[in-house]
């Protein structure tokens, strides 16, 4: 039997070039190695408002980016995080054995929490229900970029503390391991290369969008902050440069550092334009195929979600049980 992996990606914002190498890129590649499950989280999405109209067309956006990404949905499952109702069902019983402090502790709601007057309870829940993702599936592997990594830690602690609570000698829950990417784990904001790429940065030179047409990634490239030297120094790359390298060599696994040696920061920023272009082109053209066709798209889902549902109700059951929960004999 193949090992499982989950992953998913929040429907919110534009898609970027760090969701595509820290993640979308790895799937692509190792899906048929596993029997993989990808899934929107437009439950996670919602722990800060989104417009219902937009939410509902970025789901469609997303599923529909995941496939021009690589992922094959008769190879891979692919699915919508509320439309499987275990994932919110197990991230209640998770919550019930997840110490408050754990999660005050998570960087990323740190930072979310900040920057907000009154503050959610979904956003302090929402490594549990990622948590609640993964388990529900028994997943062993967690393919993400670095920026997951902590949460990923949480996701280990609470199946360990539900194992030795509720297993009764056994292990009820998969401790899952997390894949990084081994280029482009953690790509940084062409507009300030000492923060990560992120969908929520309002700058109009931080991301590369999936989407963005040749003519703006190349002129948010061609823009992107280096430092005051005239060359790639291979020995000493700025995090600029450094950055600027890791997209192109995430995008063209050929690119060596003895290849961009002393180039003129004008020619190397051509040289990641033109590695950056040669990986979006196929996925850009394959988007507008896919959303040219609705109903392609939804059966999509529907076979995706079909193919993972048992194993969702199986895991609730063995899992209600394990706590003593009613379930119909
Ligand atoms: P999200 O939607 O923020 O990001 C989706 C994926 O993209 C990766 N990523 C990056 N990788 C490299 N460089 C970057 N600048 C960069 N920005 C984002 C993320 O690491 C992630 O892999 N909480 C998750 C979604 C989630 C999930 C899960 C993931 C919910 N449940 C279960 C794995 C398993 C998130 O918000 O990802």
Redo the contacts with the bound molecule.
Sequence with gaps: MKARV?????PTGQL?L??Y???LKNWAEIQSHYESIF?I?DL?AVTAYQNPVELRSKIRETAALFIASGIHPKESSIIVQSDISGHAELAWMLTCVTPVGWLQRMTQFKVKAEKQETVGDGLLQ?PV??AA??LLYNAGI?P?????SQ?LELTRDIAQRFNSLYGAGRDLFVVPATHLPLV?????GLDDPTQ????SAIGAHHAIALLDAPDVLRNKIMRATTDSHPAVDIEAMGPGIQNLFNIAQACDETVTKEQVAFMRYGDFKKFVVERVMARLAPIQAKYREVTEDPAYLDGVLREGAARVRPIAEETIRTTKRAMGLYTAE
């Design positions: 989950f992953s998913g990606i929040q970027h760090g969701n190498l820290g993640a899934c989280v996670h929402y229900l990622m993702d993964i967690v993400v970029g670095e920026d997951q949460h482009g784990a953690r790509i940084m990560k790429m992120s969908k």
